[in-house]
């Protein structure tokens, strides 16, 4: 049960370091693994392409943040529920992400995202 909060920190930590506090080489070196395995799209494998990845986000959304709603944890995986906002004002993307890890470090990333409709076809909230 230990290693399942200590997993669910870790990912919680990484995600404020590289996102909210727009450090994500910190984030890397604190909370990534020896390798680093990719399973967005749009982002090669390795932890410094998401570097990269990661700080021409920023530049492009100087005011970037992650909000996380909800955290899981089962066995050596930990998944968020979270919002991404290029700016306080936008509605943002909704996302799941996907964390395996090896001895408390994430190794392995999934993640899908949709944007926040302005108005939903039902009256429930994407939180």
């Known amino acids: ?27 890397v070196a604190k909370y990534v693994g020896s390798k680093y395995i990719q399973h967005n799209p749009d982002t090669p494998d390795g932890a410094a392409a998401f570097v ?23 066995d050596d995986l930990v998944v968020t529920h979270d919002l991404v906002k290029g700016s306080p004002g936008q509605r943002g993307l909704a996302g799941i992400d996907i ?22 076809a039902n009256g429930n909230s994407m939180f």
């Open 1 to 27: 049960m230990a290693d399942l909060e200590r997993n669910k920190q870790t990912v919680v930590a990484f995600f404020t370091r590289a996102f909210n506090d727009h450090e994500p080489a910190d984030a």
């Open 52 to 74: 990269e990845s990661t700080k021409k986000l920023i530049a492009q959304y100087p005011e970037l943040g992650v909000e996380i709603r909800r955290v899981i944890a089962e």
């Open 99 to 120: 964390f395996r890890l090896e001895d408390g470090k994430i190794v392995e990333h999934w993640d899908v995202r949709q944007a926040v409709p302005e108005q939903a």
